[in-house]
C-alpha cells in the first residue's frame, strides 16, 4: 500500500486510521476509502502541486535550533522569576529589539510558554530534584486550598537538605487536584 499510496501514514495518537499527509486528515483505514480520497478534487489538487517521486515528511518549515535554545532559556526564566503572562510583553519588545538578529524570529508567548514549562522544563526539573534529595531525610508540607472555580487543591511542599546547594532546602513538590464524592457531600447535609 506504501508504493501505491506514498502519501498514507498511520494517524497518531494510537488511532487505527490513516493519515493524508497532503490534506492533513484522518481517513477511515479501509481501502476503498484510500482509494475514495485518492479521487476527491481536494486530494488532487494537492498531488498535483507536490512531487509523489519525493518522500513527503512535512510542510513546516524546520526552525532554527537557536531559536528553539532562546525559547527554552526565556521560558526557563519566566518560571523561576516572573508570572507567564509577561512573556507577551517581553517577547515582543525582544522581536522589536532584534531585528537582523536570530531575536526576530523568536515567537513566544502565553500558550507556548506554559507548554514549554509543563512538557520539557517541569520533568526536567522534577528529575533533577529527585536526584538532589536522594538519599537523604526530607519532610512534606501539606496544604488545600481552593482557587476561583471552586477547584480544591493539595499543594506539596518538601523541604529537604540539598546537595548540591548545601543547605536545607524548601520547594514545591506537586499540586494534587482533590475530588470529593457526592456522596460525601450529600451526607453532610
Known amino acids: 500500500m506504501a508504493k501505491k499510496y506514498p502519501w498514507i501514514q498511520q494517524a497518531t495518537h494510537g488511532s487505527c486510521d490513516a493519515f493524508c499527509s497532503l490534506c492533513r486528515m484522518n481517513i477511515a483505514p479501509q481501502l476503498s476509502n484510500v482509494a475514495r480520497h485518492e ?49 507577551d510583553h517581553l517577547g515582543e519588545i525582544m522581536v522589536n529589539h532584534g531585528r537582523g538578529s536570530k531575536l526576530e524570529h523568536l515567537r513566544l508567548h502565553q500558550t507556548k510558554c506554559s507548554l514549554l514549562i ?28 481552593t482557587d476561583v472555580s471552586c477547584a480544591k487543591h493539595l499543594c506539596v511542599v518538601i ?17 494534587i487536584p482533590v475530588f470529593t464524592r457526592l456522596a460525601k457531600i450529600c451526607s453532610k447535609r
Request: aromatic share 6%; with cysteine; hydrophobic share 35%.
Open 159 to 175: 523541604r529537604y537538605y540539598s546537595n548540591s546547594e548545601k543547605k536545607i532546602v524548601t520547594t514545591h513538590l506537586n499540586l
Open 39 to 87: 479521487g476527491t478534487a481536494k486530494h488532487t489538487k494537492k498531488a498535483s502541486s507536490v512531487s509523489l517521486n519525493s518522500k513527503i515528511t512535512s510542510f513546516a518549515p524546520k526552525e532554527n535550533e537557536r531559536v528553539k535554545e532562546m525559547e527554552l532559556q526565556l521560558a526557563l526564566a519566566i518560571t523561576c522569576h516572573s508570572s507567564i503572562m509577561a512573556i
Open 118 to 145: 509543563k512538557d520539557v522544563i517541569a520533568p526536567a526539573m522534577y528529575q533533577d530534584l529527585c536526584e538532589d534529595m536522594a538519599g537523604q531525610k526530607y519532610c512534606l508540607i501539606l496544604d488545600e486550598s
